[in-house]
C-alpha cells in the first residue's frame, strides 16, 4: 500500500489544519529541489500530501477510502464519489476482462475526480512554483531591522498578453478541442467497464474561447522568464533560522492561475562580542580587582552605544547586572528584552611586595 499522506508530513489524523500547514512549509523548505540537499521526489510526495489534506473535501474522503480506496470501498454519499462518471460494459462471461483497452488513459486522473466532487472538476490550471532564498543579516540589523533587494530569474506574468497567451489585438474564437463547452470528455475501459471522464479543456481551461493567434512574446503560454528585483523587509527581532515569507512573489502561475510564494530564510551571523538567549542580549564585561573590592564605574557598549555601567562594592566574579530595555525588540511588538553583563574580575598574576603587603593586611583586617 502507498505510504500514508500523514506519515509523509509527520502529523496524526488529529491534527489541526494549521497544523498540518505548519508541518507541510516546514518539510517543503526542507526538501525544496533548489535548496542545497533538496529532495524532489520528497518534495512531490509531501505536495500530494498536502493537496489533499488541506482540502476538508479531500480529506474526508482520503479519511474513508485511504489514498488507494480499499479501506471501504467506494461511495457516492453527498453527491461525491462517481458522479462524474458512466459506468457500462461489465461483463463476467467467457474470457472475463480479457477483451478492455487500456489505451493511453491515465487513470490516475480519473480516480483523482472521486476526491474532488466528480464530473467537470478535471485539470486545473497549475498554481505557480514557491521560492525560496537565504538572506544573510548582521547582528545589529537583527536588533533593528533591515531591507534587502533580491534579484530572482522565475516565471512572471506575460507583459504582451498580461497572462491569457493571446496575441493582443486578435480575434478570440470558439476553442476547437470543447467547441466552446469548456470540458472536453475522454472514455477508457479498463476490467471495472467503461469509464466517461468530463474535463476542463486543457487548451482553453475552461473558458470555451481561445485567440487565433498566440502570443508572439510567450508562444501562448501566459508566462515569461525574467528578472525581477524585488525589496523585503526584515522585522527587528527575528531569530536566526526564522522564515519570512510574501504571497503571489514567486512564480506565475499557469494563465492567471495564482502565482506561488517567496520564503525567505534568515540567517543571523555571530557577534564577536554580543549574544542572544531568546530577547535577551548577553555580554562579558572584565573589571580590576579593586574595583570588584571597592566598586566603581566602567564604560561598557551596549546596542544602542557606550554606557557607563556602575559597578557595586564587592562584587563578585561571575555575577550579573541587568540593564533594563536594552535588548532585542520582540518581533510581534510586545516590549522589549534586557542586556545581561557578566561581570569577570581580572586578578592580577604578579604583585609588587607593596601589593602583597596590602592585600595581607586587607586579610587580617577581615579576621
Do not use: W
Request: aromatic residues 8%.
Amino acid at each position: 500500500m502507498a505510504e500514508d499522506y500523514y506519515k509523509i508530513l509527520g502529523v496524526s489524523k488529529a491534527s489541526s489544519d494549521d497544523e498540518i500547514k505548519k508541518a507541510y512549509r516546514k518539510m517543503a523548505h526542507q526538501h525544496h529541489p533548489d535548496k542545497s540537499g533538496g529532495d524532489e521526489k520528497k518534495f512531490k510526495e509531501i505536495n500530494e500530501a498536502y493537496q489533499v489534506l488541506s482540502d476538508k473535501s479531500k480529506r474526508q474522503q482520503y479519511d474513508q477510502f485511504g489514498r488507494t480506496f480499499d479501506q471501504g470501498g467506494f461511495s457516492g454519499q453527498d453527491g461525491q464519489g462517481f458522479s462524474g462518471f458512466d459506468f457500462s460494459g461489465f461483463s463476467s462471461g467467457e474470457g472475463g476482462f480479457s477483451n478492455f483497452d487500456f489505451g493511453e488513459t491515465d487513470f490516475e486522473d480519473i480516480f483523482s475526480n472521486i476526491f474532488s466532487g466528480g464530473s467537470g472538476r478535471g485539470r486545473r490550471k497549475k498554481r505557480g512554483s514557491d521560492i525560496q532564498v537565504d538572506v544573510e543579516i548582521d547582528f545589529f540589523e537583527m536588533v533593528r531591522g533591515a531591507k534587502r533587494k533580491i534579484n530572482l530569474y522565475k516565471s512572471a506574468v506575460c507583459e504582451r498578453c498580461n497572462g491569457t497567451g493571446g496575441e493582443p489585438g486578435e480575434n478570440i474564437k470558439t476553442c476547437s478541442t470543447c467547441r466552446g463547452t469548456g470540458q472536453v470528455q475522454k472514455t477508457a475501459r479498463s476490467f471495472f467497464g467503461s469509464f466517461s471522464q468530463v474535463t476542463i479543456c486543457p487548451d482553453c481551461f475552461g473558458a470555451g474561447k481561445s485567440y487565433e493567434k498566440k502570443c508572439s512574446k510567450c508562444g501562448g503560454d501566459g508566462r515569461v522568464k525574467r528578472e525581477e528585483e524585488i525589496e523585503i523587509n526584515i522585522p527587528a527581532g527575528i531569530m536566526n533560522g526564522q522564515t519570512i515569507s510574501i504571497q503571489g512573489a514567486g512564480e506565475a502561475g499557469e494563465k492567471g492561475a495564482r502565482a506561488g510564494d517567496l520564503y525567505i530564510l534568515v540567517h543571523v551571523k555571530n557577534h564577536n562580542k554580543f549574544t542572544r538567549k531568546e530577547n535577551d542580549i548577553l555580554s562579558t564585561e572584565e573589571i580590576s580587582f579593586s574595583c570588584a573590592v571597592l566598586g566603581g564605574e566602567i564604560e561598557i557598549e551596549t546596542i544602542e552605544g557606550q554606557l557607563i555601567l556602575k559597578i557595586s562594592e564587592g562584587t563578585q566574579s561571575g555575577e550579573t547586572f541587568r540593564i533594563k530595555g536594552k535588548g532585542v525588540p520582540d518581533i510581534h511588538g510586545r516590549g522589549q528584552g534586557n542586556h545581561l553583563v557578566k561581570i569577570i574580575v581580572r586578578i592580577p598574576k604578579k604583585l609588587t611586595r607593596e601589593q602583597k603587603r596590602l592585600i595581607e593586611e586587607l586579610e587580617r583586617a577581615g579576621e
